[in-house]
């Protein structure tokens, strides 16, 4: 029969812990702790402490720092959780000298010193520079949509939230009233009561919070200059439109380098839509680099974004700007004949649309300009060159009478009700200045073999940053509230991101 060794766990036993000894050379935290004592200057977070000559001391910076830094490199941005594991994990106790800061020292560290984060920001940007890590041929661009430390359930119009309020103050009147009725019938208040006594108190809290709301902040409105919905909890925050789902939350906007994807420039900004976003990013850039206009970077290096950031303005900016930048219009891949037999998702799941004749089952001859319908018949010329914003259409239309008795409207039609005949546009050309103006130019760039290939790297430099920090680290939310303090939480992710880079690739230096 096996014997096994007797084992007890009602013990104690003193073991002796070096702190120093705990930071293994080769380590993330290693590189964390030297890059941070031996190469930041951590002096802009000074201004935050007026304790010289007066009150206690506080926690230096540089350790608060190594243990922010080191959580989030595991995930975890909760100043709760940060607190325990300097309790209890010994690297974070080693790494935090074992001072033990406790959970609002820690949130506090992080939140209001957002512009000293920045100043850190570009200082690893430089650094991974210096170390050669950044080659400045490429810098992709793109956005992350990350939800925020508030609910979209507290989101609407000013005039949402007032209807909301007149909803909770009338369902608050509502038990009000039965409770009146039931004292006059002298019923005895029953747990049911107690528990709508609680839900009043709670209600009228609701009410005033979205009261104190409206009186005090303004409609909000979106780039386009209409009101956009606002959120009580955060009003900085947007509702954003996401592949997942519509959330309440901030864009996060990174600039990274083609070389080792090292991030060059992040901010984290409180709108959905990136069309308007490239200039900040590109002034951004600038300042990390202390480039002038003339003697800069961007002269030397190409920039690339998807068609989320297309727009005129933005590429009249660029061009003037003397910017080699890429950015895809929407067309870019139907034009592209490597995504010949590619369909886009949205095309795909127009369930609608797909069961509906498209023009390509129209027989049409541009130069006789005649087309007949897949039920035989002729359509009449209703226009030779229709003008439809910058683009140029031959119209043709059917015949009321063609259409009413056709067996194949269903087919046909936009829904079976419909009165209007069919109508097909054929696309002929663009307007004369369009094709004079920057739009045309950045299709023309694009679709040319060299455009074609540097845009191909895109994907592949800026989407790993983001999969990265939100799979693979696993920090899938911003924690704090107001874009000033998202955007240095952002910008701490980005900077762990590139610690990370220097901690891979710069080892040799560290
Ligand atoms: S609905 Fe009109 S256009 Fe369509 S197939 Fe019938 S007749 Fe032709």
């Known amino acids: 029969m096996a014997r096994y060794k007797d084992y007890n766990y009602d013990q104690m036993k003193m073991i002796p812990v070096s702190f120093e000894r705990q930071i293994l050379p080769g380590s993330f935290e290693y590189s964390l702790a030297y890059l941070i004592d031996n190469e930041l200057d951590l002096s802009a977070f000074d201004q935050y402490y007026c304790n010289d000559e007066n009150g206690r001391p506080a926690y230096d910076p540089r350790v608060l720092l190594k243990i922010i830094i080191l959580a989030y490199s595991k995930g975890i941005t909760s100043s709760r959780r940060i607190e325990r594991l300097c309790r209890e994990n010994i690297i974070f106790m080693a790494l935090s000298a074992d001072l033990q800061p406790d959970h609002s020292t820690l949130a506090d560290f992080v939140s209001r010193s957002p512009e000293a984060v920045a100043d850190l920001f570009s200082q690893i940007v430089l650094m991974c520079d210096q170390l050669g890590l950044i080659g400045k041929e490429m810098f992709a661009i793109d956005g992350c949509k990350l939800p925020s430390n508030a609910s979209k359930e507290w989101s609407g119009t000013h005039t949402e939230l007032k209807k909301k309020r007149q909803k909770i103050d009338r369902a608050v009147r509502r038990m009000l009233q039965r409770h009146c009725e039931q004292d006059s019938a002298e019923q005895s208040p029953g747990i049911q009561r107690h528990d709508e006594a609680e839900q009043i108190k709670k209600l009228r809290a609701v009410s005033r919070k979205i009261k104190r709301f409206l009186d005090t902040e303004p409609e909000r409105t979106g780039v386009s200059g209409r009101e956009v919905k606002s959120n009580i909890t955060d009003n900085e925050s947007a509702k954003i439109k996401t592949s997942h789902g519509v959330i309440q939350g901030y864009t996060g906007v990174a600039a990274v380098d083609s070389k080792n994807q090292v991030v060059i420039y992040a901010e984290a900004f409180w709108q959905g ?238």
């Not at 056709?406 to 663009?430: F, M, S, Y």
């Not at 369009?434 to 073999?449: F, L, W, Y």
């Not at 990265?468 to 998202?486: C, E, Q």
Request: hydrophobic share 30%; glycine share 6%; net charge positive.
């Open 273 to 510: 839509q990136e069309h308007g976003l490239l200039k900040p990013v590109i002034e951004g850039i600038r300042d990390t680099f202390n480039d002038s206009k003339s003697k800069s970077t961007l002269k030397k290096t190409k920039i690339t974004a998807d068609s989320g950031y297309h727009n005129r303005e933005m590429l009249e900016y660029l061009e003037a700007e003397g910017v080699d930048a890429y950015i895809a219009d929407t067309g870019f891949r139907s034009r592209d004949p490597r995504f010949k037999d590619h369909k886009e998702p949205r095309e795909r799941n127009r369930r609608k649309d797909k069961e509906r004749f498209t023009r390509s089952e129209f027989i049409i001859d541009r130069k006789k300009r005649t087309c007949r319908c897949p039920a035989g018949h002729a359509l009449w010329l209703k226009a030779k060159r229709a003008r439809i914003g910058h683009h140029l259409f031959m119209q043709f239309q059917a015949y009321e009478k063609d259409c009413n008795n056709c067996g194949l409207r269903k087919r046909c039609l936009r829904n079976e009700q419909q009165h209007t005949p069919r109508q097909i546009n054929v696309a002929l050309d663009i307007t004369q200045e369009q094709k004079a103006g920057v739009i045309e130019r950045m299709k023309r760039k694009i679709d040319s073999p060299e455009g074609r290939h540097i845009y191909s790297q895109r994907l592949g430099t800026v989407e790993p940053v983001f999969g990265h920090i939100t799979d693979a680290v696993g920090i899938k939310r911003f924690s704090l509230r107001s874009k000033r303090k998202v955007d240095g939480q952002w910008k701490l992710m980005m900077m762990l991101h590139n610690i990370l880079k220097i901690h891979r690739y710069g080892w040799e230096w560290a």
